[in-house]
């Protein structure tokens, strides 16, 4: 039995078995943090689309040959990737929130969102530089343009190479959003302090929300982990 099956289907076991042996308080808790799992699935689904928008478009402009471009984007990789996280959630929630009437759920996706566009922007450069240079020249050759040989040939091959590494970015910030918990978010982690601070019973609140979040992170770990076999096991057919 591998250790992922330990793990998982550990874990999912003691979500079972607590609320069976003492059903107060894990059976209340269980019932109180829902919402607050919708709240962490939304944040984390919402954050990943916008970042991926943002680093596609910093990846062209980190290989872009307009010099301006170039270093706007690569500006905007060196500094993101140089702020932790939780800074630059109180910066956009405490410093520009009151500016720009941000609440809570927003601030936090923009955020994340513009955090982890920086680390995705470096994977679709990495993976878009992968491609053999022959492929853009031929497509410049036939007469295409390098913006219509870049969406046509380049970024669809590209696409298939980050997809493991963005799923790995995506179980990242799904671990990453319980630090929105801080902005007032409603999310899994703020749920179980809720009814820590209600009941007192911070052990089994926490246990619960730990056990919650490592069932998430290690389904999509596997899930990250079929797409990557599954796009080896093609490449080798191809």
Request: hydrophobic share 55%; charged share 15%.
């Amino acid at each position: 039995m591998s250790a992922w099956n330990i793990s998982f289907f550990g874990a999912i076991a003691m979500l079972i078995i607590l609320p069976l042996i003492s059903p107060d308080p894990y059976l209340r808790i269980l019932s109180f943090v829902p919402d607050g799992l919708i709240a962490t699935f939304s944040v984390t689904v919402i954050s990943i689309f916008f970042a991926l928008i943002i680093g596609l478009f910093a990846g062209l402009g980190r290989i872009s040959q307009n010099i301006l471009i170039n270093r706007i984007a690569t500006v905007y990789v060196e500094v993101i990737r140089g702020i932790p996280l939780l800074v630059q959630l109180f910066y956009i929630y405490y410093a520009l929130g009151p500016l720009l009437q941000l609440q809570g759920p927003t601030a936090a996706v923009l955020a994340m969102s513009i955090c982890y566009g920086a680390y995705l922007a470096e994977i679709f450069r990495a993976g878009m530089q992968a491609i053999p240079r022959g492929q853009m020249e031929a497509a410049l050759a036939l007469g295409m343009s390098r913006s219509l040989a870049m969406r046509k040939i380049i970024i669809p091959q590209t696409i298939r190479i980050v997809l493991p590494p963005i799923g790995n970015e995506f179980i990242a910030l799904l671990k990453d959003s319980s630090l929105v918990s801080i902005l007032a978010v409603s999310d899994l982690l703020r749920r179980g302090r809720e009814f820590a601070s209600t009941t007192f019973r911070y052990f089994e609140s926490y246990t619960i929300v730990a056990l919650i979040y490592l069932v998430m992170t290690l389904f999509f770990s596997r899930l990250v982990a079929i797409m990557e076999e599954r796009l080896r096991h093609r490449g080798k057919v191809h």
